[in-house]
């Protein structure tokens, strides 16, 4: 089989010749992994770990978005973010401002300055799908896997804001997310007409989940947040694209609504998180769902020495890989402080599981 082939087996709860494998990482941890083993390019890299997907996206043209000060610079959104540093290598972008934070009337909104898909290159995806052929296509994080609540509710008008006005400013909420969608289904569309039918994975990426529990009650969810991923996610099925969902946290009990909203990929399995125990969810939603990640980051990869993780990778496997229905992959992007050698291990411990 070719990577392909053996995602989509592994999709439809189909037995390939092995396991998927999937990747995700910050800069920080691609810059190491890139000198430690030696490698030139991330493609070259994943050659290495023989992922089985590549991740592909229109480019930005549209107007400047970083600062003259490298640590500043804002989103197609305007919300703008700062660098913050955690250790002397790694650092995330933090919010630094919500443009949207003040204005309360939902018919101000109209004149506020959103996005235009005239901003991004749609010619080069052809040419990025017949490079990727044989691999299974995904759109790749960022603007190409949209959310509707993390971003840009969230970074628009506020974190504290956002929770509070899905009860207390329905109207401007639901405002919002048509000016929002009016956005991003257009983005969808033209990017999946460039590709032509050859994108086998639309990515959402919107987190719902804490570490114990759920962001928002599931009755406000499906009232506010459901309806717009619908929309984005049917659009893209259209084009023959599956539906693959990444949501942090302790979401167990959205599960049901996810199905309903069509998800067919699951992601990350956050398996320090409550109820989220990987042979239970199999057991569960095992007919209905693929899921894609579960080897844990909290303990296993950072504190695990590799021979633990490769008996923690086993163990996953052994749970969740029989009758197809799986990918494996990190539970999180790979972080700054997991070491190169426990990526290594597991990433050769998933290579060499058998059913």
Known sequence: MNSRQRVLAALNHQQPDRVPMFYR????????????????????????????????????????????????????????????????????????????????????????????????????????????????????????????????????IGEERSFMALMLEPDFIDTLIEHILEFQLAYIEKFFKAANGRIDFFRIG???GTQRGLLMSPRVWRKRIQPGLMKMAELAK??????????????????????????????????????????????????????????????????GTPEQVKQGVKKLMDAMAPGGGFFVGPTHNFQDDIPTENIVAMYQAARTWKY
């Open 25 to 156: 990482d910050v800069p920080e941890v691609r810059t190491r992994l890139l000198k430690d083993l030696n490698i030139a390019n991330f493609d070259a890299l994943l050659e290495h770990f023989e992922i089985d997907f590549r991740w592909v996206q229109p480019a930005y043209i549209g107007p400047k978005l970083e600062s003259d000060n490298p640590n500043f610079k804002k989103d197609i959104w305007g919300v703008e973010y700062k660098f913050v540093s955690f250790s002397k290598t790694g650092g995330y972008w933090e919010v630094s401002s919500n443009p949207l934070a003040d204005i309360t009337d939902p018919a101000a909104l109209k004149n506020f300055p959103w996005p235009k898909t005239d901003w991004y290159d749609f010619d080069i995806i052809p040419e990025l799908c017949k490079k990727y052929d044989d691999y299974a296509i995904m759109t790749c994080p960022g603007i190409a896997s949209p959310s509707i609540f993390q971003s840009p509710i969230q970074t628009l």
């Open 206 to 208: 919107d987190d719902y």
């Open 238 to 303: 259209s084009f023959g694209a599956h539906y693959y969902h990444h949501s942090c946290g302790a979401i167990r009990q959205l599960i049901p609504d996810l199905i309903e909203t069509g998800v067919e990929v699951l992601d990350p399995i956050q398996v320090s998180a409550t109820d989220m125990i990987p042979a239970e969810l199999k057991a569960e939603f095992g007919d209905k769902l693929c899921f894609s990640g579960g080897v844990d980051e909290n303990e296993l990869l950072t504190k």
